[in-house]
């Protein structure tokens, strides 16, 4: 049975950190690009970081480059995100999510619809 738990989500004040985890079981992650993804009230959901599977190659949308960072212990099955210096605009549901034949590398953000299982998401709340 394939599952994507996740975990670390919480209430922080702006500039501040976070680190989320990802534990997954039912697939070998090595061979799964996994991506991390928010949801706004409102908006849609968007891609934050994605870490391609093999090398581990990762990748970040714009508005995160130079504060998240994406990570990956294949031993643990788990799949982290670094989250620093949390802006209120961060504020989301945070998803996870595994993807098969899905690429990600520097070049390439998959859109959610290539994901093919996902978590059922924590809350991260940037506030005063």
Excluded at 20 to 31: D, E, H, K, N
Excluded at 66 to 91: C, H, P, W
Aim: glycine fraction near 12%; hydrophobic fraction near 30%; charge should be positive.
């Amino acid at each position: 049975q394939v599952q994507l738990v996740e975990s670390g989500g919480g209430v922080v004040q702006p500039g501040g950190s976070l680190r989320l985890s990802c534990t997954v079981s039912g697939f070998t992650l090595r061979y799964y690009a996994i991506a991390w993804f928010r949801q706004a009230p409102g908006k849609e959901r968007e891609g934050v970081s994605c870490i391609s599977s093999g090398d581990g190659v990762p990748n970040y949308t714009d508005s995160v480059k130079g504060r998240f960072t994406i990570s990956k212990d294949d031993a643990k099955n788990t799949v982290y995100l670094q989250m620093n210096n949390l802006k209120a605009e961060d504020t989301a549901v945070y998803y996870c999510a595994n993807g098969r034949n899905t690429l990600c590398n520097g070049n390439y953000f998959p859109p959610p619809h290539r994901m093919d299982y996902w978590g059922k998401g924590t809350l991260v709340t940037v506030s005063s």
